[in-house]
């Protein structure tokens, strides 16, 4: 088959490529969702030193899973990474088919599929953005996403069809991401080396780099708050873990308003100020957070307090936070030497 026959030439050099494992397989298909292959790649190296197997992570406390976690961003996945995880030891190991592994938490149908096809070899197609837009030009889809999908679903699963890609159900699936990955790239698709190059539809008749179609996508909704950074008279930061549930669940956050639509005027916040009387002094500027359907931009407030009050924390050495509270953080760097001194920038 053409396309097996070009992967096994021109396959990316990836740090689970050629696993059998499926701890491994799924957990580099969780850290790959909504992060670039770079990104992951020593991530998943040191992921894997700290909770080698299955049993590592199941047995492990959430706190030490969210700490080695920071910084990779969309941290749901990390709470259903660990609830997974000791559902299936529980039950005695990993499901064997992408119907089992589906019924776990946070693992939905492309996870699945992948864990399956990869580790187990059953004949399904774990279907992403790469193949979604691979299958729109090779069959020439005109019809837009999101509504296309389950239509360019159908046609990936149908090689399964082909004896050669259901023998080799996990060489198939990631011939199919690498493909979109490295040839039919959402711009400039390089199709000349492409192994479809002269049945692909889209590049007959010219329109390759327009293919996958889309709906205009909404305009994100933006929510806003402020947060407060007290330090203690030892130089100790207080903070607090958010709820389990929810954005950055779970995760330890500077104390701050409620995110909403409307903008906070510093006066109305500091009802949420951990200490209202202290001598809050905005810092400058402004970090504004990109999520996949929101823009956050938040500010923040600093002070100096003799002790930190009931509810919050000392910063923890090895905390889990979020890049978003690490950017705060960053900010209040350059308000240290103001607030210490009674000075306020402007």
């Not at 890609?165 to 390089?190: E, K, M, S, V």
């Not at 990109?290 to 956050?296: A, F, G, K």
Request: glycine share 8%; proline share 9%; aromatic share 8%.
């Amino acid at each position: 088959m053409l396309l097996l026959d070009w992967y096994r030439r021109a396959r990316r050099a990836l740090p689970w490529r050629g696993e059998t494992d499926p701890y491994r397989i799924w957990l580099s298909e969780v850290m790959l969702q909504q992060t670039t292959v770079a990104a992951v790649g020593q991530r998943y190296h040191r992921f894997l030193a700290r909770f080698p197997d299955l049993a590592a992570l199941a047995a492990a406390p959430w706190e030490e899973v969210a700490a080695e976690w920071a910084g990779l961003g969309y941290y749901a996945r990390a709470r259903h990474l660990h609830a997974a995880a000791r559902a299936m030891v529980a039950a005695g190991g990993f499901p064997r088919d992408a119907a089992g592994l589906c019924a776990l938490p946070g693992i939905g149908p492309y996870t699945a599929a992948a864990v399956a096809a990869i580790a187990f070899g059953e004949p399904v197609v774990p279907v992403d953005a790469n193949v979604e837009r691979v299958m729109a030009r090779l069959f020439g889809i005109d019809r837009p996403l999101p509504g296309a999908r389950r239509l360019l679903a159908a046609l990936a699963q149908g090689f399964m069809d082909q004896p050669a890609a259901r023998a080799a159900a996990g060489d198939f699936a990631q011939a199919l991401f690498d493909l979109g990955a490295g040839l039919c790239t959402p711009r400039a698709p390089d199709c000349a080396p492409c192994p479809w190059h002269d049945f692909c539809i889209a590049r007959r008749s010219g329109r390759a780099a327009e293919l996958p179609l889309r709906q205009e996508k909404r305009p994100r909704s933006r929510l806003f708050g402020i947060h407060f950074l007290l330090r203690d008279a030892a130089g100790r930061i207080g903070v607090r873990q958010r709820p389990p549930a929810g954005l950055f669940g779970g995760m330890w956050e500077l104390p701050g308003t409620p995110w909403r639509a409307a903008p906070w005027a510093e006066a109305e916040a500091l009802a949420h100020a951990p200490v209202s009387a202290a001598p809050w002094q905005p810092a400058a500027g402004e970090v504004v957070h990109l999520l996949t359907h929101r823009e956050l931009r938040l500010r923040l407030m600093v002070a100096e307090a003799p002790a930190l009050p009931p509810g919050l924390s000392p910063l923890p050495a090895a905390a889990a936070l979020p890049s978003l509270m690490r950017r705060l953080l960053a900010l209040a760097e350059g308000e240290a030497g103001s607030v210490r001194s009674g000075k306020r920038r402007h």
